[in-house]
């Protein structure tokens, strides 16, 4: 069975961007940028929500000419990747992805019984509708030393404990991984 991982840029308060939508505070030094573009590389298959599609989709098929070689990389490597887009308002999705308007939990489900390699989640709404039923393998935070007083929440208001286990910790000049499995 494929694993899935939630893995995000969060603030010291919990938040993946800020009140107005902003992520310039979690902008990765050359290192992270480095350690994201090898670890998208093990990905198999990256699930979106439509506004994380859609940012994305905006930016990393359309480098300027100035992008540094580790971001050419990923917007490569982020076009090349099998996408699956879940949104019930896109008419079409491009860059290898596939638009999915159907129940998320069920496809997921389907797509984690398809093989056994990894899949990542990106988008907290999206992953936020698959915590409760158990789907999310693994979670990575990258934690930024910033309070951010709000924004989106990396995880939502649950109705039931989440019981994750520590299993990483990685130090980077601009934050602190965490990694867990989930019990």
Known sequence: MRRLIY?????????INDRDGSIDWSN???E???????RYRRIEISLHGRRLYELMAEYWPHLPEDASRIEREFGRLWTEKPKVVFSRTLAEVHWNSTLV???????VRRLKAGGDGVMEVGGAGLAAS????????????????????GGTPMFP????????????TRHFDTVVMLRYLAD
Do not use: C, T
Request: charged letters at 25%; a negative charge; zero cysteines.
């Open 7 to 15: 893995g995000f840029g969060v603030s010291l308060d919990g938040y």
């Open 157 to 168: 208001a649950l109705d039931k404990r989440i019981r994750l286990r520590l299993v990483e």
């Open 28 to 30: 990765p030094d050359e």
């Open 130 to 149: 698959l915590m409760p039923h158990g789907l999310i393998d693994e979670y990575q935070l990258f934690l930024s030393p910033v309070a951010l007083g």
């Open 101 to 107: 308007s159907a129940n998320a939990v069920e496809e």
């Open 32 to 38: 992270l940028h480095q350690f994201h573009n090898d």
